[in-house]
Nanobody
Framework: VQLQAYGGGLVQTGGFLRLSCAAS????????MGWFRQAPGKEREFVAS???????YYADSVKGRFTISRDNAKNTLSLQMNSLKPEDTAVYYC?????????????????WGQGTLVTVSS
């Protein structure tokens, strides 16, 4: 499976961005998909995930502001990010959990995209 994330950019505090992740090589409709992020000097952290039945999980830091969704027909995962804060600045990665681990650690996901940079200015 190849994953490619895009949609990052520079936005002001309070603004919004929509990230997308295109999957190829395999249909992802039966897997768990997720978003992680990594800020400079910090470890990669869980942002959100979505099961094949559209059950969603969010990190507390983004709950109520971010929405994860998927379009199985287009093999695309999205992350709508609203009310952005400077602390949301990071490289965002989409990931796929083909082993159905229902986890929120990077090790629970076995396929990764290349990342897209989100910068929120204050």
């Amino acid at each position: 499976v190849q994953l490619q994330a895009y949609g990052g950019g520079l936005v002001q505090t309070g603004g919004f961005l929509r990230l997308s992740c295109a999957a190829s090589g395999r249909s992802f409709s039966t897997y768990i998909m997720g978003w992680f992020r990594q800020a400079p000097g910090k470890e990669r952290e869980f942002v959100a995930s979505l099961t094949w039945s559209r059950v969603t999980y969010y990190a507390d830091s983004v709950k109520g502001r971010f929405t994860i969704s998927r379009d199985n027909a287009k093999n695309t995962l999205s992350l709508q990010m609203n009310s952005l804060k400077p602390e949301d600045t990071a490289v965002y990665y989409c990931a796929l959990d083909s082993r159905i681990r229902f986890g929120n650690r990077p090790a629970d996901f076995d396929f990764w995209g290349q990342g897209t940079l989100v910068t929120v200015s204050s």
